[in-house]
């Protein structure tokens, strides 16, 4: 075989590959996730949205919240932002003039091409109504009894004897609290998707540069 079409061959080859590599290394870098509030995390007053907001030909991102656990309409939190965030404040959410109760928060960076990678954190309680304690009415004072006093009697007096070893309870041994460990933010579903999609093509490509690579050699 001619050394000008083998050059030609391995250069198609690698030129194939090439936009495959990019795309996954491209979507490694993609990070929109909200790490505060978590689900079922309860909050009240202002709430600061902390987590993460880039992704390639990054536009702009904007948080939202909705009611309930799967809403269907979404209210902006502040505006959009032009300017990615990594572990960072992402807005701040003001649920005073909310009513108590279940919410959503939605996290969308949005690409140049209006496409977009969004997260979510659930079931997230605003209770910023808190209950009033009942005041504790005063005792009210016993009447006094009007008419001739009675002579006090002799008093008696009462020993208290300290209890022996053998009637001592023994104390309880306490029992050690395992801490518990806070649960990681759930990615969604589209986001495993595309990443187990970008591995397998990868994979494939790899796959495809050893085979042509061996079939070369055995040509050579």
């Known amino acids: ?32 996730i909200i790490t505060s509030p978590q689900q079922n995390a309860t909050v009240r007053g202002l709430v600061v949205v902390k987590g993460s907001a880039t992704v390639p030909s990054f536009q702009f991102y904007k948080v939202e919240y909705g009611r309930g656990a799967d809403p269907s309409d979404w209210h902006i939190v502040g505006s959009t932002h032009p300017e990615p965030i990594i572990d960072g404040v992402l807005a701040q959410w003001d649920t005073t003039s909310l009513p108590d109760g279940v919410y959503t928060l939605r996290l969308q960076a949005v690409k140049m091409d209006g496409n977009y ?19 504790t009415s005063a005792a009210t004072p016993e009447p006094t009894q009007s008419g001739p006093t009675a002579t006090p009697g002799p008093t008696a007096t009462l020993a208290i004897l300290q209890p022996t070893a053998a009637l001592a309870r023994p104390s309880p041994t306490p029992t050690p609290v395992r801490s518990q460990r806070a649960s990681l933010p759930s990615l969604p579903v589209a986001t495993w998707r595309e990443a187990v999609c970008m591995g397998a093509g990868t994979m494939g490509a790899i796959v495809a540069v050893l085979g042509l690579v061996f079939a070369l050699r055995r040509l050579l």
């Open 1 to 32: 075989m001619n050394r000008s079409v083998r050059c030609l061959l391995v250069c198609c080859l690698f030129l194939g590959v090439l936009p495959l590599v990019a795309a996954t290394f491209a979507q490694q870098g993609a990070q929109v």
């Open 117 to 135: 990678d969004q997260s979510f954190a659930r079931e997230i309680v605003v209770a910023n109504k808190r209950a009033t304690e009942t005041p």
